[in-house]
């Protein structure tokens, strides 16, 4: 078949390229499981199998890297296809495709790729809540002013709103590991659409190419395209957390907030301002952030009102950009935990921070309502005239201040010692009493932190297993090959 110029130009080109970076290895792991399972059931002759194993051995993979598309093929598999003719022959060559079709062998490439990326992303986002976890560490203690709707709250502790970050980043690594499950399913044995009328054996392919299990309806094995939403909504939704948290932290890194000083090696000079340190990895990584949403979207819309089968839509098309997609996702994530690895925090600042425009009052309000049964509403309403007062009366002893707030709402005036209602509207006495669970006092956080890392060492090991599996699976396909 000869090809239209423009189509070589536009379409086969390229994805000739794009197949030979991202998906050579797993296509020729794909050959070598295949033809082992063939061999097993007695399909292909040991005689042959070896034959087409000596085959496949020969071809280089780095020469096939550096080949140039010349449009005598249509894509890398007919490329390699014909390699593997030219070493063994067309007859015995013709073998290694019994029972299976380019359908279930891309989505088994596809699969194989994703799983890949899934794992990579998991890897940053488990790095990013160690860096995260270990700031909050050596801040349970740093007091921070909280905002609301932009403006200033609530006191609470670094710890505190670092925990509610990781906490965020442990459901997304459960989103994850979800994704890599329904990602991890071999669909190799559904071929084209209907499977086959030869015995073959799916459970074998499955165990050399380190999936779980087969993927089940051989329709649905080359017509889905749940599994790659699934994943692509997973990382989605952790750039979208990620991307907040860092628009936070670029206004902490302003000279009017000055909380946070990136390192030297993640900023940069104005070219004509010599006193500027711009932060400018973390607009980076905002930038980035924004991208892959974009992609992520983009994805999604690719793939919408596409026909359920077999469409190039959801296959060679798409696939560049999920691993731009994945790879910029990384990117973002790996950028933020490198930065704030070695970001330095002002605690003195956060902490003065926390001390201004009265926003420790709820507890004076707490105060009111558990000391003094008065009802939360009136205690609002005293806390509020309380800090009027005392702001038109700067100096004025805070006690008197509350007898006569409480006197002009309630009727009776409630007495405290200044030093008493002074400790009311400390921040450090605001935080120390919210032992509520999940709350900043420092007891809460280091309960909570406990319970965060025992989780990361959880998640790490279901990383570090998920990785040993695929690799343990590699090396009993190379065993399983020389053994034919």
């Not at 005239?385 to 309630?410: M, N």
Request: charged letters at 25%; aromatic letters at 6%.
């Amino acid at each position: 078949m000869t090809f239209a110029p423009e189509y070589v130009r536009f379409v086969l080109s390229g994805h000739f390229e794009d197949a030979k970076e991202r998906f050579l290895p797993s296509l020729m792991a794909v050959h070598y499981a295949h033809l082992v399972m063939l061999a097993g059931r007695g399909i292909v002759s040991r005689e042959e199998a070896a034959a087409i194993r000596d085959a496949l051995s020969r071809i280089s993979v780095a020469d096939v890297r550096t080949a140039r598309y010349d449009g005598s093929c249509e894509d890398l598999f007919f490329y390699v296809e014909r390699l593997l003719a030219e070493s063994c022959g067309d007859e015995t060559a013709g073998r290694l495709h019994t029972a299976r079709s380019r359908n279930d062998i891309d989505m088994t490439m596809y699969r194989m790729q994703q799983r890949e990326l899934i794992l990579a992303l998991t890897d940053g986002v488990l790095r990013l809540r160690g860096v995260l976890l270990d700031l909050s560490d050596r801040h349970r203690h740093t007091l921070l002013a909280v905002l609301t709707h932009t403006q200033p709250a609530q006191p609470t502790t670094l710890a505190h709103y670092l925990l509610a970050v990781v906490e965020q980043l442990e459901r997304d690594t459960t989103r994850l590991k979800a994704a890599y499950a329904a990602t991890n399913r071999n669909p190799l044995g559904a071929c084209a659409v209907t499977g086959t009328g030869f015995p073959i054996d799916r459970g074998r392919t499955t165990e050399l190419l380190g999936f779980e299990e087969p993927t089940g309806n051989t329709y649905g094995s080359i017509a889905t395209v749940d599994y790659l939403l699934e994943s692509v909504s997973a990382a989605a939704v952790l750039l979208v957390g990620l991307g907040r948290v860092v628009q936070d932290l670029l206004l902490w890194c302003t000279s009017e907030f000055g909380y946070l000083r990136l390192a030297d090696g993640f900023v940069q000079c104005s070219s004509i301002m010599p006193q500027k340190r711009n932060p400018v990895a973390l607009e980076h990584a905002r930038a980035i952030c924004s991208t892959t949403l974009g992609q992520a979207g983009a994805i999604h819309l690719a793939v919408h009102n596409t026909p359920f089968g077999d469409i190039v839509d959801t296959e060679d098309d798409l696939q560049p950009l999920v691993f731009r997609m994945f790879d910029d996702a990384a990117r973002a994530v790996n950028l933020v935990s490198a930065a704030l690895s070695t970001a330095a925090i002002d605690g003195e600042r956060m902490a003065a921070g926390a001390k201004r425009g009265w926003i420790a009052v709820t507890e004076l309000a707490d105060s009111l309502t558990r000391e003094h049964g008065v009802p939360f509403k009136a205690s609002h309403r005293v806390a509020a005239r309380f800090v009027q007062s005392i702001e038109r009366r700067p100096g004025a002893p805070l006690g008197e201040v509350l007898r006569e707030a409480a006197a002009a709402v309630l009727g009776r005036p409630i007495d405290y010692e200044d030093a008493a209602v002074a400790e009311l509207l400390s921040p450090e006495h605001f935080v120390g009493v919210r032992t509520t669970h999940g709350g900043p006092a420092p007891s809460e956080t280091a309960r909570a932190m406990a319970a965060s890392r025992a989780l990361q060492d959880v998640d790490a090991a279901w990383l570090a297993g998920a990785t040993g599996r695929l690799r343990d699976a590699e090396a009993k396909l190379r065993a399983a090959a020389a053994a034919l």
